[in-house]
């Protein structure tokens, strides 16, 4: 009778694990920004959502707040507003927004009103961010995120000053590279040693965090095969105990891999290709130029979540040009990540047909019911899609 209660069991929750869908909301159908956030803005308890130029009070997001004065974008145009994140900049209690402009140019932060109904004060903090996937992450190590990015060929960070409102310096961690430039793809931040530090990865390899301040940061090349990548995550995927890494090949083509660590090297895993054939699920999809890393079903694996770029580059007036593949659907999918006997399995499924992705994909808990939701920011609009409750 144990038994057979403890396989009962055991089937359920892989039951209640498999069955996961979503409800989509179009929140608006223009195209603003490529940049979104899930945060509580207006420290009600709830969740809100970020895109360009406006915010959405939660928990029904249906009042919408302006930011900065909206300017809709043609989807054939680009919007100034790549990507946006919302920390405490000022250490006042109230969450404001950091933006990555155009690569190559300015970034800068919003300062919450705390309340008010005025456009948000702008903040300039820095010139020339490059790279088309700057982060705000821990890159030291100290505890304290950092707007990390790509300055005069080199990469590295800047720390708000103890006047944030004033320009933000910026400490390069690797030497200058002419082969990093504005429009440089693919960065990462994550622990590939396992000592406790985060290292950074871009598209030459991964380099190893010194620890000691002012340290030397040495470069362990990894041949990607990529032309960048998008975000990059450091994660055991067979676990085996070593840390493995995640890269798109190509954002603005196909290709999706991990490569595995091991006392040789490395070994690419291709997840997705240009060819069904060799594509799990038989997925073929472009231009993912956007990709987040967390567990979704809440099996304790964590899974991918990606999606096309739609018109990424966008195409002539004729319909002609782009990206290849870039007037095929707007798909956003998660790809169940499944371990099996030292094997790793990937399952991709569809979350919603033409919505895409925008420079990263935003998730968060907009309905306080414990599962983690999508939100997307692109030339598609604005968009939110939800978990329903499973089983």
Known sequence: MMKSTLLLITLLARTIHAEVGWETIQLDPLFYS??????????????????GPF???GPDFKTRHEIYPPQAIPPVGYSEVFLMYAPDINGDGWSDLLIYGWPGKQAWWLENPKGGKEHWKSHPIMDGADGESPAWADLT?????????????????????????????FTAVTPPDASVQRYTHGLGIGDVDRDGKPDL???????????????????????????????MFVHDFNGDGKNDILNVSDPHAYGLSWFE???EGWTEHRILTKE??????????????????????????????????????????????????GNDP??????KVIREGGNVKFEPKVIHGDSGVGLRVPTGDLNGDGLPDVLTASKKGTLIHVQKPRP
Not at 330 to 335: D, G, K
């Open 34 to 51: 490529e940049g979104g956030t899930i945060i509580d803005i207006d420290k009600d308890g709830k969740m809100d959502v970020v895109s």
């Open 55 to 57: 915010w959405y009070a």
């Open 141 to 169: 190590g100290d505890g304290k995120p950092e707007a990390v990015y790509a300055h005069k060929g080199s990469f590295g960070y800047a720390s708000p000053p103890a006047d944030p409102t004033q320009p933000w310096n």
């Open 201 to 231: 990865l871009d598209r030459r390899g991964w380099w190893k965090n010194p620890a000691a301040a002012g340290g030397e940061w040495k470069l362990n090349p990894i041949n990607f095969n990529s032309n960048g990548g998008a975000q």
């Open 261 to 263: 660590q091991t006392a």
């Open 276 to 325: 069904a054939a060799t594509s799990a699920g038989e997925l073929v999809v472009s231009q993912l130029h956007g990709v987040e890393l967390l567990d979704v079903d809440g099996d304790g694996e964590k899974d991918i979540i990606t999606g096309k770029r739609w018109w990424a580059h966008s195409p002539k007036p004729d319909g002609t040009g782009g990206d290849p593949g």
């Open 330 to 335: 707007a798909l956003l999918f998660w790809i």
